[in-house]
Each structure stands twice: as structure tokens, then as C-alpha cells.
Nanobody, 127 residues
């Protein structure tokens, strides 16, 4: 029911910033917790950040804590990932995803707990 379209990826220099956006078409977007994941070549998809459906709770991977910020604007059916102080190791395809159902209480890291995925957007950080 939830369709996600990502944008905002690109090439940036180390230390630079990018803001990723994920637009959702589902009517019930505001009831779904959302997450951002990334996958580098040869690596498993890894958790980056997540935000609860109420936007009152967020969770970050240790590797990005303090530099990345996840947010959402339910009026626009959009979730964002603000990425600051980017490092070359952040180079990956970034995906947004929603939980399988609405009103989830806990924020989770496992990709298997997310049922809807965007197409991904490439982020490349040059050194």
C-alpha cells in the first residue's frame, strides 16, 4: 500500500552534506515508522536511522550518530535524512523503508522488519 520514492543522492566531497528525501504515496504514511538503510558493494544492507510513526522517537546507527538526522513531515508524506560531515565510508546506495504495519511501538534495525522499500539513491563521498 505504501510506495516510496527516494531522491537527493549524489556526489559530495568528504565533510560535505546531503539531504535525502523519501516521498510516500500511501494514505496512511503518518501511521508507519520509517527507516533509512544503506548498502555498499559487497556488503549487506545495514541500518542507518529510523523514526517512529509519531516522530517522537529516533534511532541511529553508532557510525552516524551525531552527524545524521532523520526527520519526517507527515503533512508532505516525506521522510528525510540529513547527512552532515560525510565520510568516504558513507558511500553506498541509500534506501528508505517503512514498517510492515502501522502504529508500531518499537523502532527496529533489521531490514526484514520493513515491508516497503524505495528504489534507492546513490550517495558517493569523495576523499
Amino acid at each position: 500500500q505504501v510506495q516510496l520514492v527516494e531522491s537527493g543522492g549524489g556526489l559530495v566531497q568528504a565533510g560535505g552534506s546531503l539531504r535525502l528525501s523519501c516521498a510516500a504515496s500511501g494514505r496512511t504514511f503518518s501511521t508507519y515508522a520509517m527507516g533509512w538503510f544503506r548498502q555498499a558493494p559487497g556488503k549487506e544492507r545495514e541500518f542507518v536511522a529510523a523514526i517512529g510513526w509519531s516522530a517522537s522517537v529516533t534511532l541511529y546507527a553508532d557510525s552516524v550518530k551525531g552527524r545524521f538526522t532523520i526527520s519526517r513531515d507527515n503533512a508532505k508524506n516525506t521522510v528525510y535524512l540529513q547527512m552532515n560531515s560525510l565520510k568516504p565510508e558513507a558511500t553506498a546506495v541509500y534506501y528508505c523503508a517503512s514498517r510492515r504495519g502501522p502504529y508500531t511501538v518499537a523502532i527496529v534495525r533489521a531490514p526484514s522488519e520493513y515491508g516497503y522499500w524505495g528504489q534507492g539513491t546513490q550517495v558517493t563521498v569523495s576523499s
